[in-house]
């Protein structure tokens, strides 16, 4: 997650060359003895699981980074990006830091829209790390399941009701083939957050009544148009402007409060009601500025979910959990966890550290394999990020969006039928509530 101060920060949700986890002597293991994988799935020889990287922006080297940190049986093979010169750039770096655990030459490095189907061709490479735009997500998974990969997923992984189905598909393909599937939604394994949501459980704060959730930060990346750029390249360079690429803000950078909301009150609302705004983004961006959804239960419990984009404005990307005794308030980074009880009295706190969190959700991912237990996270983070999309929809046209229309009937599906680097794009366009409809 990129810091929300960063006005003109890397598509990224971490600077990947930022330091080195100190790893204590027991997450410093040999190579791998491994257990019984299902339809003879099998890492790689001597023990190590190799892995290719398949987007290698910020965001895809942060999660390289991540998982070679955390795991010394780990080597990185391959990479794919549409720009040769990027991957290139990021390898050298990780070598010079890992040095014989990336092995990728330039004979390993792939570009192009199709890069990422010539890195699952490779019977060498057993995990995948897919960390393109988002909108690429859904068909990505599918292909990297279809072939037999162990897959890391970036959040969000679908910006549309199609990609969600998608999604839902490759998780129950991956479940009986018996490959893993995990996701970028590091706060599922940052303590403070599990911690918070545990004491949730056991009724520190009473009979849960509601929930308040932020992602406010001043601003995000934009790029400009390079000489000589088609309509598609320019859309995939500049793509968190586009909403079948990034799902807009609400999705790209939200879902994490979300998938928090989410994981509080134990699955998708019932439906939606938002608004929403926009006055000063850049003449081609689809993005809108802010968004307000409250998110209501069948049980009649409500929770609201503030984020934008505003200049000189205050941060907050935290979450509140009202109890009939208390509040928890789960604070975003690093910053930490705390409950109250209805009279301001604290009565737990525990620090963050969100660093070993994009961490541990490696290591999770790599010990699943190793231990032939494979981890498949995919439905739970589809059905957060379609409570973005729901709410997003509810914004755009101004009309309460149910969980039941999203998943049964809305045929909303942004991504095109055929992408040509050197042809044309969707055509941009502003969603305005009373003209823009549900579909």
């Known amino acids: 997650m990129t810091h929300p101060n960063a006005l003109n920060a890397d598509n990224s949700r971490r600077d990947f060359m930022a330091g080195t986890l100190a790893l204590g002597a027991a997450s410093i293991v040999a190579p791998y003895a491994f257990g019984a994988m299902g339809n003879g799935i099998r890492p790689s020889a001597n023990g190590f699981i190799n892995v290719a990287l398949i987007g290698c922006g910020g965001r895809g080297g942060g999660a390289a980074n991540d998982t070679l940190t955390g795991n010394p049986g780990v080597r990185l093979v391959a990479l794919a990006d549409i720009n040769t010169t990027t991957s290139k750039s990021l390898r050298d770096e990780l070598k010079k830091k890992f040095g014989d655990r990336v092995t990728a030459t330039d004979a390993d490095i792939f570009d192009g829209i199709d890069g990422y189907l010539k890195v699952l061709a490779r019977t060498d490479v057993d995990l995948v790390i897919l960390a393109t735009a988002p909108g690429f997500r859904p068909q990505h998974i599918t292909a990297a399941v279809a072939a037999k990969k162990h897959v890391f997923a970036e959040k969000p992984v679908c910006v549309d009701a199609a990609g969600y189905h998608i999604c839902c598909a490759a998780h129950d393909a991956a479940l009986a083939q018996g490959t893993a599937i995990a996701t970028g939604t590091q706060y599922r394994r940052q303590g403070s957050f599990v911690d918070a949501i545990a004491k949730i459980r056991e009724g520190m704060i009473g009979d849960v009544v509601g929930m308040t959730a932020r992602y406010c930060s001043n601003g995000i990346w934009y790029r400009d148009r390079k000489p000589g750029m088609s309509d598609m390249e320019y859309q995939i360079y500049n793509w968190m402007h586009f909403i079948w690429l990034s799902g807009d803000q609400i999705t790209e950078q939200a879902v994490h409060n979300i998938d928090c909301i989410h994981w509080v009150m134990g699955g998708p609302p019932t439906r939606a009601f938002a608004s929403g705004s926009r006055w000063q983004r850049p003449e081609d961006s689809e993005m809108w500025d802010s968004f307000s959804i409250d998110y209501e239960w069948a049980d009649g419990k409500v929770c609201s979910l503030q984020c934008r984009h505003w200049p000189n404005s205050t941060v907050d ?80 046209s101004g009309t309460v969006t149910t969980w039941d229309f999203m998943t049964k009937e809305s045929k909303l599906a942004l991504f095109p039928s055929s992408i040509d680097l050197q042809g044309s794009a969707p055509t941009p366009f502003v969603r305005r509530p009373g003209e823009y409809k549900l579909t």
């Open 317 to 396: 990307c935290n979450n509140v959990v009202y109890g009939s005794k208390g509040t928890a308030t789960i604070r975003a980074f690093s910053d930490g966890s705390v409950i109250h009880d209805r009279s301001g009295k604290e009565l737990w706190k525990t620090k963050g550290d969100i660093g070993a969190a994009y961490v541990a959700e490696h290591k999770a991912l790599v010990a699943s394999i190793a231990e032939g237990k494979p981890i498949v996270e995919l439905r739970q983070t589809a059905e957060s990020s379609l409570m973005a999309v729901m709410g997003r929809e509810a914004a755009y």
